[in-house]
């Protein structure tokens, strides 16, 4: 990725130079900087008001609860976790967590659970299924309020910048499903290959 970011600024560079546009490419680099701070700072009120109410709903105790909720789906699908480990835990509130949209809680308890899932399935180095099923459940990021893309609507002037959220559910219940299903299905054949 570091090599692409840098291969797209010095191609445009070579580019403008042959065709004569340097003038053109220097305006645009200067004007779309601009933007680029106008939209970040636009988008920090919204995304601090969305995180500051999540963080109200953590402290509350909607994560634990969503988490006890959802506890039994976990059990289901992470295949020899026995139930009330620490592991199901961590599963269960990281899964929460993203559903609230508090993504900066939600990593140390994704990587908590990535370490706990490493420990049970003794990993040598290589990912169990079950790590990459939590891999792709965070990957589909099922989200009551996707903040962000809200965010960037509302920088846009969208004026009704939630009006997306039906859409947003059913892809991302969509996705999760289909992530889900592909990660258990070629999980079954990796293991019959191996035997």
């Given at each position: ?7 797209i600024?010095?191609?445009s560079?070579?580019f ?5 546009k ?5 305006s ?11 939209l ?8 601090c ?12 105790g909607l ?8 506890s ?11 139930r ?17 949209g ?6 140390p308890?994704g ?9 049970i ?5 290589n990912?169990?299924d079950?790590?990459?099923?939590l ?9 009551i ?8 609507r ?32 070629m ?9």
């Amino acid at each position: 990725m570091k090599v692409i970011l840098l291969i797209i600024p010095i191609l445009s560079l070579i580019f403008a130079a042959v065709n004569g546009k340097m003038s053109e490419l220097s305006s645009s680099i200067i004007s779309k900087s601009g933007e680029a701070v106008e939209l970040v700072i636009s988008l920090c009120g919204v995304m601090c008001f969305w995180c500051g109410l999540m963080k109200v709903a953590e402290r509350a105790g909607l994560t634990e609860k969503l988490a006890k909720l959802i506890s039994p789906v976990v059990c289901a699908l992470f295949r020899g976790l026995p139930r009330g480990s620490r592991a199901v835990g961590l599963i269960t509130m990281n899964l929460a967590a993203n559903i609230l949209g508090l993504g900066n809680a939600s990593t140390p308890l994704g990587i908590a659970a990535m370490r706990e899932l490493a420990d049970i399935g003794q990993a040598d180095g290589n990912a169990t299924d079950n790590m990459i099923l939590l891999t792709v459940l965070n990957t589909a990021s099922l989200q009551i309020i996707p903040a962000t893309a809200a965010a960037l609507r509302s920088a846009n002037g969208a004026e009704n910048p939630f009006d997306i959220l039906p859409c947003v559910w059913i892809v991302s219940v969509y996705a999760a499903v289909v992530a889900v299903l592909a990660a258990k299905i070629m999980g079954h054949f990796a293991r019959r290959r191996k035997k």
